[in-house]
């Protein structure tokens, strides 16, 4: 450091990065790739002098000094442009010259993360690495009296209900007296949960719908999208790939103008009608588009001035009550599409989920409750909402299922749980461990755009720049020369090749079980959890 | 693993033919238990077709509770079928006491009750004798209805038949469950031990029931008398066969498109398609995942034998039509044993599809495929 630099309260030195750049001067090429691609700019090119003491032979000549220059990469202490670990740098490194390393014991950036009294935004997930569900266990394996199945050639029926399922003896009487069923969708039980168009870059969009439409019509896996709110392309609206997608109306109303004048031309209803009080991200916040993200193309679908930040109101604003919202929006929502269309809240999961609930059991229009766990959700939000606020979703998606069990009315209302499914890449485990806790499908947002296209945040807070339109993989990004690094063909293909390794191993879990012709939902016998508490409370059973 | 045997009749038989059916196919299992349903029955109790029979197993101090709970509810004895054995029981068997099947006279205050209100008074009425029971250990109730007897007990079926003496006559019946082998899945427990009965709807099954612990939680939700007590994880198909025919007045033939509805390929071209697809979503709840063979018994006699969607459990149907007699087993050798007089080729072994029904008169094998039409019921 040079003797007049100030050392302020929020200076930094390299040691208190969390993030700290390796940069190794002898295989580095100097080509500066490195310092174009970085997200942050959190490393430039530096030149840098070298003192060389040249010691003479003989003891009367005096040592004299060199000084050389070289050039090289400098990282930036500067905590507005702290590094964040993405390793795009290495990416483009043809020497693997260079690359972020973690620094566990610094965690002096924490504290300098709010410069202008702002405190931090950012994108991705809470950091945190814990998983309850990737502690369940499935332990009921039948052996003898009940021989396992094969999961590879056995006939399978991995399909859930989306939609209000009448009573059977409703169903009976209805039947016989021709009288209005509630729609019901049956599709496959691992959903793309809603990331909005404005959110998500448009090629990352458009190879999310290839990829399911793909999955739907090649691969016979009735797989649906959530468009999240934001809108959705006015062609896709026309189109007959509109089934497969689940339209999103958030508090913020963004682009409901345009669907709702596209419905005369709607070749196909949409999957379902999906309104959203809350996320698990950011419990009691609205959606957070910020400027950064609103281009010319955002701004027209959401009906906005381009450049403007895009909060959400965390409730919706003509809404007054759940009882008022559960009557007036659900049956407005359906009688829009003539009652074809399943209509079903997402709230997050909350200690007031059941009391939402018992609100929904009683609507005869209530498709469904998705709940949302404090791990989901990947939109921009603030910190503190992200890594504090929230309820995990295990227990409150058995609270749930139990308290439908209570009313008889656990194949009338769906639920669909999200927050934290394949945090660390065990997709098909959670997911049938939710599914067994109650869950009649699974939701996932983060594990799309990781496997999917392979986004770089973790549960160890890097990347998350999601928020700001620098995503370096081009997925959160309204940037054109940031999404053209995203190939939507590619996206797609991945897509496509996780849910079918999802599958396999769905039906890998569910085999050994003895199920194969319905899902096992709410098969709690079948799991067991090493921790004596999470067993009782989730009622499953205690194995160590 | 169980072995099931069914026999109806158009006269009443005794219920060693069926016994003596388990005990050739007795490789198959571990002789741990037997099970016997009997309705339709002959003997002293042709004349009190009217009369619930209420059968289990009491101690001395029980019988005089059971009595007395009886007349506090103006339940008068009419004629009874007891038994106590006065030898040692078998090793493996507890001495319980007296084997009863007492026949009741309906106290007049229930005259003005519609059916319904007596049926599921009587069901209230076993519920509450099996709770008293459960206090003290000193009353076992299996059931209390009209031309219905159970018997149950701990033991190699044939040694139990010895020792139960169940050679009498008065236990000659028309329509017989048996099953060989106590229940192993959970605790052993008589009222875990099949053939299961409610309101006059019983069935046997052997396999695993894997879909036991959400379809326990629909059936008990769903708010009826007898639904509970699951000692046993087949005692769940007993009262889906009760909710398809008493509850959603549907036939017999509709109960394997519940518990195993076709598939979406399948139901294409089904006549019926949309009320199938509509009955296969309400009643998600009820599909098994097997693998069993489940045999049952109706109210009006006809008995029945499905299979689970994947049919890892065999079973067969074959019988007489001049003798009036047929069988259903889940293994041939003991159809062979029970009903030897019969034309085999004419044996049906239903597949997956299938439902095999014989009517109370005992004529013929009706083969009911989920494909047929399913010309109802509403
Ligand atoms: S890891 Fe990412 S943020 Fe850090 S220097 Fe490299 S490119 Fe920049
Ligand atoms: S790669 Fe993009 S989407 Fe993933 S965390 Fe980074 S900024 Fe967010």
């Known amino acids: ?544 | 693993m169980c072995r099931l045997f069914a026999l109806t009749s158009r006269d009443p038989v005794s219920p060693m033919r069926a016994v003596d059916a388990l005990n050739v196919m007795k490789e198959g299992h571990d002789g741990s238990g037997v099970g016997l349903f009997l309705s339709g029955l002959g003997g002293p109790w042709e004349e009190l077709k009217e009369y619930p029979i209420l059968s289990g197993i009491f101690t001395d101090a029980g019988l005089a509770r059971m009595s007395e709970y009886m007349t506090r509810n103006g339940f008068q004895s009419k004629y009874s079928a007891t038994f106590k054995p006065d030898v040692e029981p078998p090793v493996g068997t507890p001495k319980r006491g007296t084997y009863a099947s007492i026949a009741f006279r309906i106290p007049d205050e229930w005259k003005g009750m519609t059916q319904a209100q007596v049926d599921s008074n009587l069901v209230q009425m076993r519920l509450d004798l099996r709770a008293m029971g459960e206090e003290k250990g000193d009353i076992m109730v299996f059931s209390f209805w009209p031309d219905t007897i159970m018997i149950k007990e701990v033991g190699d079926p044939l040694t139990i038949a010895g020792y139960l003496r169940l050679d009498r006559e008065e236990l000659y019946a028309r329509h017989i469950l048996a099953q060989g082998r106590q229940n192993t899945n959970y605790a052993i427990n008589l009222y875990a031990c099949h053939p299961f009965f409610l309101e006059g709807i019983s069935t046997m099954t052997n396999g695993e029931n894997t879909a036991f612990v959400p379809i326990r939680e629909y059936l008990t939700s769903r708010g009826v008398t007898g639904y509970r007590g699951y000692q046993s994880d087949s005692e769940v198909f007993t009262h889906i066969a009760h909710y398809t025919t008493k509850r959603l007045g549907l036939d017999i033939r509709a109960y394997k498109h519940i518990i195993t509805p076709m598939n979406d390929d399948e139901m294409r071209d089904h006549p019926d398609r949309e009320f199938l697809a509509d009955l296969k979503r309400s009643c998600r709840k009820l599909i098994i995942d097997g693998p069993n063979c489940v045999i049952g018994c109706l109210p009006d006699g006809s008995m029945f034998m499905a299979q689970d969607r994947k049919k890892f459990r065999p079973g067969v149907v074959g019988g007489n039509p001049e003798l009036g007699i047929y069988g259903f087993s889940s293994e041939i050798c003991g159809l062979n044993a029970a009903i030897p007089e019969r034309d085999k080729t004419k044996d049906f072994q239903p597949m997956h599809l299938d439902t095999a029904i014989v009517g109370p008169d005992c004529r013929e094998v009706q083969q009911c495929s989920q494909n047929d039409p399913l010309r109802l019921q509403l």
């Open chain 1, 1 to 544: 450091m040079l003797a007049e630099r100030p050392v302020t309260p929020s200076t930094l030195s390299r040691k208190d990065l969390p993030w700290q750049i390796k940069w190794d001067i002898n295989t580095c090429t100097k080509c500066g790739r490195c310092t174009s691609v970085c997200p942050v700019n959190a490393i430039e090119l530096g030149v840098f002098r070298k003192r060389d003491v040249k010691p003479p032979m003989g003891l009367s000549a005096k040592p004299t000094a060199e000084f050389s220059t070289f050039y090289g990469i400098r990282q930036r202490t500067d905590p507005a442009y702290a590094c964040i670990g993405c390793a795009m740098c290495n990416m483009v490194c043809p020497n693997n010259a260079i690359e972020p390393t973690r620094q566990y014991d610094s965690t002096t950036l924490q504290f300098q993360s709010n410069r202008g009294g702002q405190p931090r935004t950012r994108g991705g997930r809470r950091n945190n690495a814990e998983s309850l569900l990737d502690q369940i266990k499935f332990i009921r394996i039948s052996m003898l009296t009940d021989p396992a199945l094969d999961a590879g050639r056995h006939e399978f029926d991995v399909r859930t209900l989306l939609g209000r399922v009448l009573s059977p003896e409703a169903e009976i009487t209805c039947h016989r007296d021709h009288g209005w069923k509630p729609p019901v969708r049956e599709i496959y039980p691992l959903v793309i949960g809603g990331m909005s168009f404005g959110a998500l870059s448009p090629n990352m969009w458009e190879g999310l719908q290839m990829g399911v439409a793909y999955l739907n019509e090649e691969m016979n896996m009735p797989v649906r999208i959530c468009t999240g709110e934001g809108g959705c392309p006015p062609r896709l609206l026309r189109s007959r790939f509109l089934k497969y997608v689940i339209l999103q109306i958030a508090s913020g109303y963004f682009g409901w103008d345009e669907i709702i004048h596209a419905i005369p031309e709607m070749k196909e209803d949409p999957c379902a009608i999906e309104i959203k009080y809350g996320q698990g991200a950011k419990p009691g916040d609205g959606g957070l588009l910020m400027w950064y993200k609103v281009n010319k193309l955002i701004a027209a679908i959401r009906g906005v001035p381009a450049g403007v930040s895009l909060p959400s109101p965390p409730t919706h604003q003509t809404k007054y009550s759940i009882e008022e919202a559960v009557a007036k929006m659900i049956q407005s929502m359906s009688m829009a599409w003539g009652f074809r269309v399943p209509v079903y809240p997402k709230i997050s999961a909350s200690s007031t989920s059941l009391a939402v609930l018992n609100n929904l059991v009683r609507n005869p229009y209530a498709a469904g409750l998705a709940l949302d766990g404090e791990d989901g959700g990947t939109g921009a939000a603030y910190n503190v909402s992200m890594n504090h606020m929230g309820h995990p979703i295990a227990s409150n998606l058995r609270d749930c299922y139990k308290a439908l069990c209570v009313a008889g009315a656990q194949n009338e209302i769906p639920l669909i749980a999200g927050g934290g499914i394949g945090k660390h890449g065990n997709l098909a485990a959670n997911a049938a461990a939710l599914i067994m806790l109650g869950a009649s499908m699974v939701q996932i947002g983060k594990y799309v755009m990781q496997a999917g296209a392979g986004c770089l945040g973790s549960e160890k807070d890097r990347c998350n720049v999601c928020n700001i339109g620098v995503c370096p993989k081009g997925i959160t990004s309204q940037d054109p020369r940031l999404y053209r690094r995203l190939d939507p063909e590619k996206v797609a293909e991945r897509v496509v090749d996780f849910y079918l390794s999802f599958d396999t191993e769905l039906r890998k879990v569910i085999a050994p079980l003895g199920r194969s012709t319905s899902l096992p939902v709410g098969m709690s016998d079948a799991l067991g959890i090493s921790d004596k508490d999470a067993a009782e409370r989730l009622d499953i059973k205690y194995v160590i």
